[in-house]
Nanobody, 115 residues
Framework: VQLVESGGGLVQPGGSLRLSCAASVFTFSNYLMRWYRQAPGKGRDWVAT????????NYADSVKGRFTISRDNAKNTMYLHLNNLNPEDTAVYFC?????????WGQGTQVTVSS
């Protein structure tokens, strides 16, 4: 599975972004999908999970109520809507695909929150 993230950029505090994760696979709907992020000088942290059908989601406490994960299986794409951003959200955001045979990761997209 090849994953390509897009949609990152520079945004002011309180602003919003929408990240996309495009998957090149015929069976995208079989994969559980997750977003992770890695801030400068820190480890990679889990952000959110969405199940294969898009019916169940989970979020890290740090983003709950501000971020929304979604997917469109017809377009082989997952999204992360980021609202009310603050400087602590500055990080490289990665998407990852999981199934019993293993996992795949994208290269990441940079999100910078700064005035």
């Amino acid at each position: 599975v090849q994953l390509v993230e897009s949609g990152g950029g520079l945004v002011q505090p309180g602003g919003s972004l929408r990240l996309s994760c495009a998957a090149s696979v015929f069976t995208f709907s079989n994969y559980l999908m997750r977003w992770y992020r890695q801030a400068p000088g820190k480890g990679r942290d889990w952000v959110a999970t969405i199940d294969s059908a898009g019916h169940s989601t989970n979020y890290a406490d740090s983003v709950k109520g501000r971020f929304t994960i979604s997917r469109d299986n017809a377009k082989n794409t997952m999204y992360l809507h980021l609202n009310n951003l603050n400087p602590e959200d500055t990080a490289v955001y990665f998407c990852a695909a999981f199934r019993s045979s293993g996992d795949s990761w994208g290269q990441g997209t940079q999100v910078t929150v700064s005035s």
